[in-house]
């Protein structure tokens, strides 16, 4: 499909006739919802696409980590945001203006449509890639500066700066899937009124798993600050209300050995 591309060009009819031909697996029809949404494609070529991404069996075959979904998710809102462009591509405001004279600018209920697909897609990858989880299991989400750094792995031809705070935030909504019973916390230096170095992630079932990372990444930093602190007061809790778990899955790439031996 690249050569293709590259040969008759980023534009609708050259996606078209990909799709018709299938020539385009799911790796590339993910990565590609920005130049295929902008190009105009037709109606049937964006309900094939749409019922592609969130079928059971392809979402199987591709297996693709959870975060390739994260990425989609966050182009199709950039688009939504009205920022047609890659970060990973510098344009002048000049350059930028030529281009989108050939853009098609999608509706809302079209990306409504898509974003659903692909929260869909996200659901069944972790149902079909992993086995349930049977146990009681607490998830801690460090939230301290350094998770905001972006995952240069996961940063693909999407164009999105995933971080690992994203990364983790989007496994413990997964997690609530998989397991019989999980809570969720974010720890850190309290912030504001929140006097404790934890915080519990509220989980509304009722909206998309991909759209609740973002909105909880930016409730959680009413409650807990960007410096790190350990989660003893979590543990002396649990502790004091005999409460117990099975696993505690701890979600960092910052732990001090003083803090493991302690």
Not at 18 to 45: C, P
Not at 214 to 242: A, G, M, P, Q
Request: charged letters at 30%.
């Amino acid at each position: 499909w690249e050569t293709k591309v590259a040969k008759k060009g980023n534009k609708a009819s050259t996606w078209e006739d990909l799709i018709a031909k299938k020539q385009l697996g799911y790796m590339a029809m993910l990565r590609n919802l920005r130049n295929i949404l902008l190009s105009g494609v037709s109606a049937e070529t964006h309900d094939y696409i749409i019922d592609s991404l969130c079928d059971d069996e392809k979402v199987a075959k591709s297996r693709q980590f959870p975060f390739r979904f994260l990425s989609a998710y966050q182009v199709l809102q950039e688009i939504e945001n009205k920022n047609y462009f890659s970060e990973r591509k510098t344009l002048t405001d000049e350059a930028k203006a030529e281009k989108m004279k050939k853009f098609t600018i999608p509706a809302p209920k079209l990306l409504n449509r898509y974003k659903t697909s692909v929260d869909d897609a996200v659901k069944l990858s972790i149902r079909n890639n992993c086995r349930p989880i049977r146990a009681k299991v607490a998830i801690m989400m460090d939230t301290y500066s350094g998770m905001k750094k972006p995952v240069s792995s996961a940063r693909g031809a999407l164009g999105t700066k995933i971080t690992a705070l994203d990364i983790g935030f989007l496994m413990g909504f997964l997690f609530q899937n998989l397991c019989v019973e999980c809570n969720f916390y974010a720890f850190g230096k309290p912030n504001g009124d929140h006097k404790k170095t934890h915080y519990k992630v509220p989980i509304d079932g009722t909206k998309p798993i991909l759209e609740s990372v973002e909105s909880s990444i930016k409730d959680c930093r009413d409650h807990i600050s960007e410096n790190y602190v350990f989660f003893y007061e979590w543990l002396k809790d649990l502790i004091r209300s005999k409460e117990k778990y099975d696993m505690v899955l701890v979600f960092t790439d910052y732990l001090p050995e003083k803090d493991i031996a302690e």
